[in-house]
């Protein structure tokens, strides 16, 4: 009885399980939406050939890692309109997701530029010759479409930061629904279309992004919108543009760090071979369907901590953030054993339509990978929901350094030794892998524990009186 009246003290104070959830829902059916889009992606193209499967991941964790500098940097705006709002100052929304503007250009351009040079760094890598000449394709579309995704991820941050979840979801979907069907018919040569293979998942993607730029446009110009956030109303504006800068760059390059150290990974790991890296493609992405919807609910516990500090209430924020992490930890621990129970339920829509002696090496090798999934996962939700909780109050230039100094010391370096020197398996890079993941997830519970987070705040406070 005494756990059942806790259980509903928490579900209806401020800051507890329905308020989390209210929130939460839409943004993790939002990021697991992308991640069923990454599946099902990746799904077509293993019925197309194992070099698309294993060419999939390599090219897109390497064009994301560059755009999510900027993603993160831009979408950091959920942060400042969360203490806006909370401090009931919603006439500097608008100007604040404005300045992601320039941001989504110098994007654009970069990768612009990065596109002539592909195929001297996929020949750098190493990866075998079928393997390389697909990675390049997909890389160079996937630069075309830098503009509308940084943009767009603005835009969603702008709803985020206000608690307007809703429209996210409605957005996400339309655009994962399009991104399906374009890749259906593009990548198979569906309806008269000629047959594109991993081009058609480019462009496909390349497309969605676009999709969600004009749904955003249209959401946020309409009345509601433009009124009393002033999102019509837009100049230049040096000093927010510099604060954007000084707290989301490092946003930024935390993202940025973070998906190079597991490029990096990914990369050694293809030296070892097609089939150890087609089976870490399938366990990253079987893993992504647990993880993704884990963005979701970081994305709540920044909001919810910004809010909080915007109306100088860190109480609030730390029942905020014990109710998201009481659900997260209820979610990961039975995903994770369902990675050990049940794995090859995870790989069957890979080997449905796949060549099976050539698929079922692969498949072993994915079981073995999803047990160290299922151990790290754990400490994954530590990693994303403390992260978050500083991160919404300001606290990012401790998560950029952090994320550096383990993922060189505990992640690159040691597997590029292990790999290099040693002659290290398949199963003792994963072994690196988690014991990175542990540790960050560790290092931010410590940091949030610390409290100094309840001090800081991204925008300019009243002074008091």
Sequence with gaps: MKLVSAVRRRWHAPGGYRQVLAMAIPLVLSTGSWTLQGFINRMFLSWSSPESLAAAMPAGMVNGTILNLFIATASYVSTFVAQYH???????????????????????????????????FFRWVGHPAGVQAQEVVLFRILCLGAFP?????????????????????????????????????????????????????????????????????????????????LMLRWRPDAKALGSLLRYGFPSGVQFFIDMTGFTVFLLLVGRLGR?????????????????????????????????????????????????????????????????????????????????????????????????????????DSLNIIFSSAIKGA???????????????????????????????????????????????GLAFLLRYRSGRWEHMRVIEMPAAR
């Design 86 to 120: 909370g401090a009931g100052r919603d006439e500097r929304v608008g100007s604040t997701v404005w300045q992601a503007l320039p941001i989504s250009l110098f994007a654009a351009l970069l990768n612009l530029a990065l596109i002539p040079a592909a195929p001297a």
């Design 149 to 229: 995704v940084v943009m767009f991820n603005a835009f969603s941050g702008m709803l985020s930061g206000l608690g307007k979840t809703t429209p996210i979801l409605v957005v996400t979907l339309s655009a994962m629904s399009l991104n399906v069907l374009l890749d259906w018919l593009l990548i198979f040569g569906h309806a008269g279309l000629p047959k594109m293979g991993i081009a058609g998942a480019g462009w496909a993607s390349v497309a969605s992004g676009c999709a969600q730029l004009i749904c955003y446009a249209v959401i946020l110009f309409r009345r509601r919108y433009r009124g009393p956030y």
């Design 394 to 440: 300001g606290d990012t230039r401790f998560v950029m350094w952090m994320i550096l100094c383990m993922c060189l010391g505990i992640l690159v370096v040691p597997s590029f030794i292990a790999v290099t020197r040693f002659s290290a398996g398949i199963y003792a890079c994963w072994a690196i892998a988690s014991l990175y993941v542990i540790a960050l």
């Design 275 to 379: 089939n150890e890296l087609a089976a870490t493609n399938l366990a990253f992405n079987v893993n992504t369907i647990a993880f993704m919807p884990m963005f979701g609910i970081g994305i709540t516990v920044s909001v919810l901590v910004g809010q909080a500090l915007g109306r100088n209430d860190p109480r609030l924020a730390r029942h905020s953030v014990r109710s998201a992490f009481g659900l997260a930890a209820i979610y990961m621990t039975t995903v994770a054993a369902l990675f050990v129970v049940i794995p090859r339920a995870f790989i069957f829509p890979f080997a449905a339509a796949s060549d099976p002696k050539e698929f079922g090496p692969i498949a072993d090798v994915a079981v073995v990978l999803l047990r160290f999934v299922a151990v790290y996962t754990l400490f």
